[in-house]
């Protein structure tokens, strides 16, 4: 049995919940270029199109409840404590909601706004969402969604590298193996001697760097999967 289960989700494990996957939309996000929504420049250029964009995404994460796969996974996490780790790319807060506790959001969070100024931090729903770009109560600054957009360095990055290198079984479920350096976060767990699987309907790009890759919705797949580990963790 293995000692330390790592998982890292993407968008995919959140598309049976309803939320769309960026690459399975055709390279537009709900109707708009990824320059324009998800970089620094983008914001820079027109901050109440991008404060359009996050109070969409943020009203309908927070509608969206979790499917059969993320409550598989807080269940395995229930009889794994302390040997069960998620990082997630997504920052739709999903995994909490089912009831998973040890999560990494790497790319941030949709709850959460902070302060381009003085990074002070709030929650959404304290903050005046009817004003075309928020500001900050503390310096009148405009506040920006607390979203690690591309360009941007990701959170957690050596929390992660020391998960990734004391795994036991790495599993990859629902990302498109595009999006750099998540998608080169099997090579470490690899190099460190983890077994390492995808989970995916289709090929991820980085498919020849798992041992397995198993073709299946993550909410199809994940129940019975999680369900063997556990009897293998009990017995
Ligand atoms: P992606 O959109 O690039 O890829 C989604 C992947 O999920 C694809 O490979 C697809 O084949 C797979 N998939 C589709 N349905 C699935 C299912 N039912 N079960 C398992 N897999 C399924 O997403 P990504 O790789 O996470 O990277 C893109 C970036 O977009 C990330 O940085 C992420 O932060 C962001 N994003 C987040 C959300 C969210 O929070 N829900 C949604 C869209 C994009
Ligand atoms: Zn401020």
């Known amino acids: 049995m293995s000692k330390q289960i ?3 989700t993407g968008a995919g494990i959140s598309a049976e919940s309803g939320l769309k996957t960026f690459r399975d939309s055709g390279g537009l ?8 929504v998800a970089t620094p420049e983008g914001f820079a250029a027109d901050p109440e199109l991008v404060w359009r964009f996050y109070k969409m995404r943020y009203q309908q994460a927070e509608q969206a409840r979790p499917n059969a796969g993320h409550y598989a996974l807080a269940e395995l996490e229930e009889v794994l404590g302390e040997q069960f780790h998620i990082i997630t790319q997504n920052v739709d807060g999903l995994h909490q909601k089912a009831g ?10 949709l709850k959460r706004c902070f302060c381009t100024d003085c990074h002070k931090r709030y929650e959404m729903s304290r903050t005046d969402l009817s004003l075309p770009v928020p500001v900050c109560d503390a310096c009148r ?8 957009w591309f360009g941007e360095i990701p959170y957690y990055l050596s929390e992660i590298d020391q998960l990734l290198r004391n795994c036991d079984l790495f599993l990859v ?19 460190h001697g983890a077994r390492t699987i995808s989970i995916n309907p289709n090929e991820p790009a ?15 797949f994940l129940p019975s999967f999680v369900a063997e ?3 293998q963790v009990l017995t």
């Not at 996000?29 to 324009?36: G, P, R, V, Y």
């Not at 980085?206 to 199809?220: L, R, V």
């Open 141 to 148: 600054s405009v506040l920006r969604p607390d979203i690690v």
């Open 29 to 36: 996000w709900e109707d708009h270029a990824i320059e324009d």
């Open 6 to 8: 790592l998982v890292l």
């Open 206 to 220: 980085n498919n020849t760097h798992f041992d397995e890759c198993i073709q299946s919705k993550a909410g199809d």
């Open 229 to 231: 580990l556990k009897q």
């Open 100 to 109: 998973s506790k040890r999560v990494l959001e790497m790319h941030g969070r």
């Open 173 to 191: 479920i629902g990302t498109s193996g595009v999006v750099y350096p998540a998608a080169g976060f099997v090579l470490t767990a690899r190099y």
